[in-house]
T-cell receptor, first 111, second 119 residues
Framework: SQQGEEDPQALSIQEGENATMNCSYK?????LQWYRQNSGRGLVHLIL?????REKHSGRLRVTLDTSKKSSSLLITASRAADTASYFC???????????FGKGTKLSVIP | GAVVSQHPSWVICKSGTSVKIECRSL??????MFWYRQFPKQSLMLMAT?????????EQGVEKDKFLINHASLTLSTLTVTSAHPEDSSFYIC???????????????FGEGSRLTVL
């Protein structure tokens, strides 16, 4: 069953703008991860944030986690056309080792 | 490091035939591999968890006799779609995790996926 729900389902922005995607989940987690998928390809791990962390940065990526609201956000700053892809959040539940994926946000960055 | 290779990347077959998809961890030993199915514009749905040397654990609603999984070595898992039908057409993706006790944090490494089209 789906654990994470991304919002929005689709996002279209101009190159150079920031893109923010949100993810909500339902039960307690060990960590939350964000993945990227180019059309017709496999997934690439972007960033992992643990349940005891509130914010994490990696290059142009910034992830926040609010365990009280059971939500996370992924911010991509200064977007590029090459950032066009689908972005998925995924969670590992406490006591489990399986990743459960959300439905994804399809990001289109217009040059 | 941490490369997962999946083969074939695409396959077209006739209805009733069987298709085997391979998933290899190239530079690490993967005690656990996962098989997902993804329909167009949808998320990944976990089909089964494959542990080396033991039977796969299938998710609810996934037919184990239809989707045969073999994890014979620490670097190879295979998914065989038996007696394929057009409704089995989909994008199948495997992933692998580092063994517990390593620097693994739960991050998964994905293959590039295999697109199956059953005519």
């Amino acid at each position: 069953s789906q654990q994470g729900e991304e919002d929005p389902q689709a996002l279209s922005i101009q190159e150079g703008e920031n893109a923010t995607m949100n993810c909500s989940y339902k039960t307690s987690i060990n960590n939350l991860q964000w993945y990227r998928q180019n059309s017709g390809r496999g997934l690439v791990h972007l960033i992992l944030i643990r349940s005891n962390e509130r914010e994490k940065h990696s290059g142009r990526l910034r992830v926040t986690l609010d365990t009280s609201k059971k939500s996370s956000s992924l911010l991509i700053t200064a977007s590029r056309a090459a950032d066009t892809a689908s972005y998925f959040c995924a969670t590992i539940l406490r006591g489990s080792y399986q990743l459960t994926f959300g439905k994804g946000t399809k990001l289109s960055v217009i040059p | 490091g941490a490369v997962v290779s999946q083969h074939p990347s695409w396959v077209i077959c006739k209805s009733g035939t069987s298709v085997k998809i391979e998933c290899r961890s190239l530079d690490f030993q993967a005690t656990t591999m996962f098989w997902y199915r993804q329909f167009p514009k949808q998320s990944l749905m976990l089909m089964a968890t494959s542990n080396e040397g033991s039977k796969a654990t299938y998710e609810q609603g996934v037919e184990k006799d239809k989707f045969l999984i073999n994890h014979a070595s620490l670097t190879l898992s295979t998914l065989t779609v038996t007696s394929a039908h057009p409704e089995d057409s989909s994008f199948y993706i495997c992933s692998a995790s580092m063994p517990r006790g390593t620097t693994s944090t739960g991050e998964l490494f994905f293959g590039e996926g295999s697109r199956l089209t059953v005519l």
